[in-house]
């Protein structure tokens, strides 16, 4: 079975919450207290939702940091899933 890698949640953040209340990237960024290019990186998956922009974004209304890291985290453990493991053995104790 293969499983869907979790939307980014930079495109979460720029087609949800953006979006629907009619802000630029720059003054997104700007009340974010962040830089532009910084917050686009984000926006089109070219970099992490950060525990700071996390943070930043919870004490600016817009749902809980941990929510935010939660997302980033699944779609990173998707993404690597999907990338397949090197051949990896048990830790087991040595005889």
Do not use: F, Y
Request: charged share 20%; aromatic share 2%; with cysteine.
């Amino acid at each position: 079975m293969v499983l869907k890698t979790p939307v980014h949640p930079g495109e979460i953040l720029r087609e949800d919450v953006l979006a629907d209340l009619g802000l630029s990237v720059g003054e997104a960024a700007s009340r974010l207290g962040i830089s532009r290019v910084t917050l686009s990186r984000v926006l089109h998956g070219h970099a992490r939702v950060s525990p700071n922009l996390a943070i930043c974004l919870e004490e600016a209304g817009v749902g809980t940091a941990r929510a935010w890291l939660a997302m980033q985290s699944a779609h990173d453990l998707a993404a690597e899933r999907a990338a397949g493991l090197p051949t990896v053995r048990k830790l087991d104790p040595v005889a």
